[in-house]
């Protein structure tokens, strides 16, 4: 794995960061005001290839990888404008449909995906499983007379189902030999009747909304699974470790984001003889957030490296360790930011204070703190689990 980021990695970043600095806060800012997706954005970067870059080129993709992907969602993010659906739309369902989907599901998905024109939101939480996904327990049977799916369940705090075209629902179905329930994939629609979404109310200033979700008897077309019914965790971790990947991306844009406004504000602010920034008191904890991001960064980068090379297994571990650092990182970086603007970084002009729950959301989703250091603990150091 190159430590150095090649010449065509920095000249997506150049490139992304002016398409980002183009719309700029003040822009991502008003689309919350106004309640709606950062459409325009979406459509542009779309339009320049960043959306698709890691889809396959015969489905009109960029034929990169989540290294790639996770550049343009980091800079996105440096330059204020983080779309969370990214993590979400190319990174999870893209690539699930590419390693897993029918040729049909690919032509009818890929091409879309990758230009804009249709976004698919992801459900796996449900209320009365949340970290522990193996309790999930939305349920599919087959309708013997039709071949149709049949799914049953609840789901809860699933980003963007209003604007997506359909959600990647992760349901279980019956194995026939054993009886035991086994995770698959089905592709829902947004209006297939039966599949009714309820806004939860966030404390968080995002475009993008989250929804409890109720499926009583949806009913689906044969083709809506995705991938092979037997193939059970190993499709759903293809779509997993970009999502961490993904999110250590959108927890290092913000920091760096955050960390960028109090730096400049640093700079300037004077109280006493000089610059706040030069009293070590403020100026150290905020190079310690900027080595913790680029720390982070470096994990980040050597999971999608490994992912992209096809180490499901190895991407795993430092998908995980990426998230967490990057998590951390971000949350301390706007901390300390909000921090080093005194009063003015509790003011809605600046901007930063509404990063404190943002930032926390990386600490949650799409898996906790403490579900990876069980991850590590258990994986890595082989330490006996007590759940
Ligand atoms: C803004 C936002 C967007 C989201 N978007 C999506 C989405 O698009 N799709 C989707 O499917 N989900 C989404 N989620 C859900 C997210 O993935 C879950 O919130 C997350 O997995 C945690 O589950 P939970 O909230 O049920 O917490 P719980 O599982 O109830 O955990 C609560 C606390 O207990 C701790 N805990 C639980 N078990 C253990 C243990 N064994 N050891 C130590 N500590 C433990 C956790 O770390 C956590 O701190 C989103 C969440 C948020 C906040």
Same mark, same amino acid.
Request: proline share 4%; hydrophobic share 45%.
């Given at each position: 794995?190159?430590?150095?980021? /090649?010449?065509?990695?920095?000249?997506?970043?150049?490139?992304? /960061?002016?398409?980002?600095? $183009?719309?700029?806060?003040?822009?991502?800012?008003? &689309?919350?005001?106004?309640?709606?997706?950062?459409?325009?954005?979406?459509?542009?970067?779309?339009?320049?290839?960043?959306?698709?870059?890691?889809?396959?080129?015969?489905?009109?993709?960029?034929?990169?990888?989540?290294?790639?992907?996770?550049?343009?969602?980091?800079?996105?993010?440096?330059?204020?404008?983080?779309?969370?659906?990214?993590?979400?739309?190319?990174?999870?369902?893209?690539? *699930?449909?590419?390693?897993?989907?029918?040729?049909?599901?690919?032509?009818?998905?890929?091409?879309?995906?990758?230009?804009?024109?249709?976004?698919?939101?992801?459900?796996?939480?449900?209320?009365?499983?949340?970290?522990?996904?193996?309790?999930?327990?939305?349920?599919?049977?087959?309708?013997?007379? &039709?071949?149709?799916?049949?799914?049953?369940?609840?789901?809860?705090?699933?980003?963007?189902?209003?604007?997506?075209?359909?959600?990647?629902?992760?349901?279980?179905?019956? %194995?026939?030999?054993?009886?035991?329930?086994?995770?698959?994939?089905?592709?829902?629609?947004?209006?297939?009747?039966?599949?009714?979404?309820?806004?939860?109310?966030?404390?968080?200033?995002?475009?993008? $909304?989250?929804?409890?979700?109720?499926?009583?008897?949806?009913?689906?077309?044969?083709?809506?699974?995705?991938?092979?019914?037997?193939?059970?965790?190993?499709?759903?971790? !293809?779509?997993?470790?970009?999502?961490?990947?993904? &999110?250590?991306?959108?927890?290092?844009?913000?920091?760096?984001?955050?960390?960028?406004?109090?730096?400049?504000?640093?700079?300037?602010?004077?109280?006493? $003889?000089?610059?706040?920034?030069?009293?070590?008191?403020?100026?150290?904890?905020? !190079?310690?957030?900027?080595?913790?991001?680029?720390?982070?960064?470096?994990?980040?980068?050597?999971?999608?490296? #490994?992912?992209?090379?096809? %180490?499901?297994?190895?991407?795993?571990?430092?998908?995980?360790?990426? $998230?967490?650092?990057?998590?951390?990182?971000? *949350?301390?970086? *706007?901390?300390?930011?909000?921090?080093?603007?005194?009063?003015?970084?509790?003011?809605?002009?600046?901007?930063?204070?509404? #990063?404190?729950? !943002?930032?926390? *959301?990386?600490?949650?989703?799409?898996?906790?703190?403490?579900?990876?250091?069980?991850?590590?603990?258990?994986?890595? #150091?082989?330490?006996?689990?007590?759940?």
């Amino acid at each position: 794995m190159p430590v150095i980021e /090649s010449e065509e990695h920095k000249a997506l970043r150049t490139a992304v /960061s002016a398409l980002g600095h $183009k719309y700029g806060r003040a822009y991502f800012t008003r &689309t919350v005001e106004e309640d709606r997706p950062a459409t325009e954005l979406w459509a542009e970067a779309a339009k320049l290839g960043y959306l698709g870059v890691n889809l396959p080129e015969e489905h009109g993709g960029g034929g990169g990888g989540i290294s790639e992907l996770s550049i343009v969602l980091e800079e996105l993010g440096a330059a204020g404008c983080p779309l969370l659906l990214m993590v979400v739309s190319p990174a999870i369902c893209g690539t *699930v449909i590419a390693r897993f989907g029918t040729e049909e599901q690919k032509r009818a998905w890929l091409p879309a995906l990758a230009d804009g024109t249709r976004t698919m939101a992801f459900g796996i939480t449900e209320p009365d499983a949340g970290s522990n996904s193996h309790r999930i327990t939305t349920t599919a049977r087959r309708d013997p007379a &039709t071949g149709d799916w049949i799914l049953t369940g609840r789901k809860v705090f699933v980003s963007g189902v209003d604007i997506a075209d359909a959600t990647l629902i992760v349901g279980r179905t019956e %194995d026939a030999r054993t009886g035991r329930l086994k995770p698959c994939l089905f592709i829902v629609p947004r209006d297939t009747p039966g599949f009714q979404r309820h806004r939860i109310d966030m404390e968080l200033n995002a475009a993008e $909304k989250q929804f409890e979700l109720v499926l009583d008897d949806v009913r689906l077309p044969a083709d809506a699974l995705v991938g092979d019914e037997d193939a059970g965790l190993l499709q759903l971790f !293809a779509g997993l470790n970009p999502e961490r990947i993904m &999110t250590a991306a959108f927890a290092i844009g913000m920091g760096r984001f955050a960390l960028a406004r109090a730096v400049e504000y640093a700079r300037d602010r004077t109280v006493w $003889k000089a610059p706040i920034g030069s009293h070590q008191a403020i100026a150290h904890p905020l !190079a310690q957030a900027h080595i913790d991001l680029e720390l982070a960064r470096l994990m980040m980068q050597k999971a999608a490296h #490994l992912y992209d090379a096809g %180490d499901d297994i190895g991407a795993g571990e430092a998908a995980n360790m990426a $998230k967490y650092a990057a998590a951390e990182a971000c *949350v301390k970086a *706007v901390d300390q930011a909000v921090h080093t603007l005194g009063g003015n970084g509790l003011t809605r002009e600046f901007g930063l204070a509404q #990063l404190i729950t !943002a930032a926390r *959301v990386s600490r949650i989703a799409p898996v906790s703190r403490e579900m990876i250091l069980n991850y590590v603990s258990h994986q890595t #150091l082989g330490l006996p689990k007590s759940y």
